[in-house]
């Protein structure tokens, strides 16, 4: 699988939320049209255009590497696509918090008004001019009222 080909971007409206094996079965069982046991990607492609997301027969046969699949395979295949989503969750959850320690000078795990005028300053988002108030930016998103961001504030700051 390449990274172009993503599966996850072509399967996202499937993937959601998570679907139950039984989900899945009834799922491969409405993509083979043919009733042949298998889906093929002329059968994928179906379920994509009904969803009106654009691929090509060609971008889904490269995506499952193979002609067709079987129920297991189908199976293995969207696990593949759950995985690859949830990495995609924990790396940028990653990112996330390396923004964050960015912001938490002191390294106490709460970023205080002035580290985030300090950050901001040196990000170039903040000056004298801009007529920002620190405290409230800080107060909008400070569910605990403690007059602090810790990190689950900070990514709902940052989303």
Same mark, same amino acid.
């Given at each position: 699988?390449?990274?172009?080909?993503?599966?996850?971007?072509?399967?996202?409206?499937?993937?959601?939320?998570?679907?139950?094996?039984?989900?899945?079965?009834?799922?491969?069982?409405?993509?083979?049209?043919?009733?042949?046991?298998?889906?093929?990607?002329?059968?994928?492609?179906?379920?994509?255009?009904?969803?009106?997301?654009?691929?090509n027969v060609d971008e889904?046969?490269?995506?499952?590497?193979?002609?067709?699949?079987?129920?297991?395979?189908?199976?293995?295949?969207?696990?593949?696509?759950?995985?690859?989503e949830k990495d995609g969750?924990?790396?940028?959850?990653? !990112?996330l918090f390396k923004a964050?320690?960015?912001? @938490?000078? $002191?390294? =106490? +795990?709460?970023?205080?008004?002035? #580290?985030?005028?300090?950050?901001?300053?040196?990000?170039?988002?903040?000056?004298?001019?801009?007529?920002? !108030?620190?405290?409230?930016?800080?107060?909008?998103? @400070?569910? $605990?009222? =403690? +007059?602090?961001?810790?990190?689950? #504030?900070?990514?709902?700051?940052?989303?």
């Amino acid at each position: 699988m390449t990274s172009s080909l993503f599966p996850y971007d072509l399967f996202r409206p499937i993937i959601l939320s998570s679907l139950s094996y039984n989900d899945l079965y009834r799922l491969f069982k409405t993509l083979d049209q043919n009733g042949d046991g298998l889906v093929s990607p002329d059968e994928l492609q179906w379920l994509l255009d009904t969803m009106k997301v654009t691929s090509n027969v060609d971008e889904l046969q490269c995506l499952t590497g193979k002609t067709s699949l079987s129920f297991p395979e189908f199976l293995e295949f969207y696990g593949t696509i759950k995985k690859q989503e949830k990495d995609g969750k924990n790396e940028s959850e990653n !990112d996330l918090f390396k923004a964050f320690e960015v912001f @938490d000078k $002191n390294r =106490d +795990g709460l970023i205080c008004d002035e #580290e985030l005028e300090e950050a901001l300053s040196r990000l170039g988002l903040w000056d004298e001019t801009t007529h920002m !108030d620190v405290k409230s930016m800080i107060k909008a998103y @400070d569910a $605990n009222c =403690d +007059g602090f961001l810790d990190f689950q #504030e900070f990514k709902k700051m940052m989303a």
